[in-house]
């Protein structure tokens, strides 16, 4: 089983020009997320979508743009890069049942250099 | 304001003692509580969980020990092996806040020494 695949590995980017991260899970859990993660400050919420077809702010979400169109892909964009979007993405899935809790799965990662 | 703290940045115990990693969170609608570890280069796979409803949980050589009056929760690795040095992250969930958002902490780096 996959679980969480994340592309690219990693990216050098030139600011101001537009990137998406792809996410694809194959565990048909409803629940993904978008994280990053910054040396000294844990991880960090992105963005996040309870279903298909929805989404939600999470902790820092400027400058970054997500949509659900189906249940497997997540992808996050980036429109006009700078440098302080450097940093590690982490997608994550889960099996949200609206009662009770299930843990996330995380993909690999995605290491991005904004220059 | 940071909602859950890992106040140490790291921690290095000897194989075979025992690691205490500790958690604090501010937030007192957080009613779930996990551990995550981190190897570099992958990303974080969890580890273990407890419930507000709960002040343990056991799970082999991992117990989470939660403090509801003190918002505090702490992971107990016992006895501690090489192959458990990673950052361990504390996260917390509000569960009636409509997802399975977590907030997570800065984490911790635990050194195995064998």
């Known amino acids: 089983t996959a679980g969480i695949t994340q592309a690219p590995t990693s990216q050098i980017l030139a600011a101001g020009r537009s990137m998406t991260l792809r996410c694809t899970q194959d565990?048909?859990?409803?629940?993904m997320y978008w994280y990053r993660q910054d040396l000294g400050l844990g991880l960090r919420l992105i963005h996040y979508?309870?279903?298909?077809?929805?989404?939600g702010k999470g902790e820092v979400p400027d400058g970054y743009s997500v949509s659900r169109a189906n249940t497997d892909d997540f992808p996050l964009t980036l429109a006009s890069a700078v440098p302080s979007q450097t940093s590690v993405y982490f997608c994550?899935?889960?099996?949200?049942?609206?009662?009770?809790?299930?843990?996330?799965?995380f993909g690999p990662g995605t290491r991005l250099t904004v220059l | 304001d940071q909602q859950v703290k890992q106040n140490s940045p790291s921690l290095s115990v000897q194989e075979g003692r025992i690691s205490i990693l500790n958690c604090d969170y501010t937030?007192?609608?957080?009613?779930?509580f996990l551990w995550y570890k981190k190897y570099p280069a992958e990303g974080p796979t969890f580890l273990i969980s407890?419930?507000?409803?709960?002040d343990k949980n056991e799970d082999g050589r991992f117990t989470v020990f939660l403090n509801k009056s003190a918002k505090h929760l702490s992971l107990h690795i016992v006895p501690s092996q090489p192959g458990d040095s990673a950052v361990y992250f504390c996260?917390?969930?509000?569960?009636?806040?409509?997802?399975?958002?977590?907030?997570f902490g800065k984490g911790t780096k635990l050194t195995v020494n064998p």
């Open positions: 994550a899935s889960s099996d949200w049942a609206g009662s009770s809790y299930n843990e996330q799965f």
């Open positions: 565990m048909r859990h409803n629940a």
């Open positions: 979508s309870n279903t298909a077809g929805t989404t």
């Open positions: 937030n007192s609608m957080f009613d779930y």
């Open positions: 407890i419930s507000s409803i709960k």
């Open positions: 996260a917390a969930s509000d569960s009636q806040g409509g997802s399975e958002k977590l907030v």
